[in-house]
């Protein structure tokens, strides 16, 4: 077994949940910490899960060397409640988490965008994808990995009656989606999980975006390779 030790953030999503599976069964990391407002719903010798507020790091982590960042976090302009609140958990908290990492002495830093992301975007969704990823993208990591998935399909705890009735519609056309439109397929959380694990094993210095079909192609792979 290998001596890494992986920091999750984003553990109780949909991606997280999927990431947290993988990570545990994967042999390159010795311990897997989650960091979030709640305790991931399962026990494992390698699992320490961290509770609480996001400027509660530094002290929490205080001593304990940490290899690769994995940030799963993100909301809804729905479940958040104001643009502010979005605001606050996917710019905010993720800017943060990636500034504590470099304090961390974290080598890599792996983060779940958005398809379309762009800081000058009308969309305040996608222009706030694009402006976190413009704050993070240059900070002190060896490796700077941003993956902008389009829509994300799997067993979700909360219903998202829209998000559904998008999903089947997408799913619909999807086989029609071909070339440029290629990328704005929905994609699985599972496959998401993978490419982000596979990635992070190439330990590449740089920075790098992966589109969602090539996010797709890593994460197929990864499972190939390991079923």
Request: glycine share 8%; with cysteine.
């Amino acid at each position: 077994m290998g001596d890494r030790t992986a920091l999750l953030a984003g553990a109780t999503g949909l991606t997280g949940k999927n990431l947290l599976d993988i990570l545990l069964a994967n042999d390159s990391y010795s311990r897997v910490i989650t960091a979030g407002r709640r305790k991931p719903d399962r026990e494992h010798p390698k699992l320490s899960a961290l509770e609480g507020q996001f400027n509660s790091l530094p002290d929490l982590l205080k001593g304990i060397q940490i290899d690769d960042i994995y940030c799963c976090l993100g909301t809804t302009l729905k479940k958040a409640g104001s643009r502010p609140a979005f605001y606050k958990v996917d710019f905010e908290y993720v800017l943060n988490l990636a500034e504590y990492g470099v304090d961390f002495g974290a080598s890599q830093f792996l983060l779940i965008s958005s398809a379309g992301a762009n800081a000058q975007s009308s969309s305040f969704y996608i222009r706030v994808k694009g402006q976190v990823e413009n704050a993070v993208k240059n900070l002190n990591y060896r490796g700077m990995h941003i993956l902008r998935p389009s829509l994300l399909v799997g067993q979700r705890d909360e219903i998202r009656t829209g998000e559904r009735v998008f999903e089947r519609l997408l799913n619909l056309v999807s086989p029609l989606m071909i070339g440029p439109l290629e990328k704005y397929r929905p994609i699985e959380a599972r496959i998401v999980a993978a490419a982000m694990v596979y990635i992070a094993a190439g330990d590449i210095p740089g920075v790098y975006f992966y589109e969602s079909d090539e996010i797709n192609a890593i994460g197929r792979n990864y499972q190939d390779r390991t079923s």
